[in-house]
Antibody
Framework: QVQLVESGGGLVKPGGSLRLSCAAS????????MSWIRQAPGKGLEWVSY????????NYADSVKGRFTISRDNAKNSLYLQMNSLRAEDTAVYYC????????????WGQGTLVTVSS | DIQMTQSPSTLSASVGDRVTITCRAS??????LAWYQQKPGKAPKLLIY???SLESGVPSRFSGSGSGTEFTLTISSLQPDDFATYYC??????FGQGTKVEIK
């Protein structure tokens, strides 16, 4: 069965960096676009970034552009999010999600990893 | 950027009720819309894609309709497991702010 397991969250000071990982299993990882989506405490969902199956295309929300970098390693079935210059407003649960076969929507989600940006 | 607006923000209903949630896009998105269910402390779960296609394994009491700028998610007979928050999402982008379905 499809599994997505995030790791790497934690407490970081404003201006700091963090790298999230997502380990995928149960499907051919290299066939699918992947995304990161976040949810601030008590708030709604915000799409953060996507990457195409071969890493040829990436895109970012304006709120993270220039600070976050998405990447993947198809040999390791892994997705990453490098987060730099972190701000208090980046505090959220970060989910990795697989895009559905028709792309643009998300058919499987991980359990999420909490990132807290605070001094 | 396209904005997605859901209504109502909160809905109180009883088991067995028919429930309808509306999602409006600030410009036409054709049928490129998905619906998700989220329970507290859990990841969202896909219910509907391409506005009206039911995801595999999702009960048939859930249905979606609409195109262009106005969309609806309908639960034909609300079950105890359906009390949750529901989000619409335009493909490749914005989510609605969510609709919480509460027990009346």
């Amino acid at each position: 069965q499809v599994q997505l397991v995030e790791s790497g969250g934690g407490l970081v000071k404003p201006g700091g960096s963090l790298r999230l990982s997502c380990a995928a299993s149960g499907f051919t990882f290299s066939d699918y676009y992947m995304s990161w989506i976040r949810q601030a405490p008590g708030k709604g969902l915000e799409w953060v970034s996507y990457i195409s199956s071969s890493s040829s295309y990436t895109n970012y929300a304006d709120s993270v552009k220039g600070r976050f970098t998405i990447s993947r390693d198809n040999a390791k079935n892994s997705l990453y999010l490098q987060m730099n210059s972190l701000r208090a407003e980046d505090t959220a649960v970060y989910y990795c999600a697989r895009e559905g076969p028709l792309k643009g929507y998300f058919d499987y989600w991980g359990q999420g990893t909490l990132v807290t940006v605070s001094s | 950027d396209i904005q997605m607006t859901q209504s109502p923000s909160t809905l109180s209903a009883s088991v067995g009720d028919r429930v309808t949630i509306t999602c409006r896009a600030s410009q036409s998105i054709s049928s490129w819309l998905a619906w998700y269910q989220q329970k507290p402390g859990k990841a969202p779960k896909l219910l509907i894609y391409k506005a009206s296609s039911l995801e595999s394994g999702v009960p048939s009491r859930f249905s979606g309709s609409g195109s262009g700028t106005e969309f609806t998610l309908t639960i034909s007979s609300l079950q105890p497991d359906d009390f949750a928050t529901y989000y619409c999402q335009q493909y490749y982008g914005t989510f609605g702010q969510g609709t919480k379905v509460e027990i009346k």
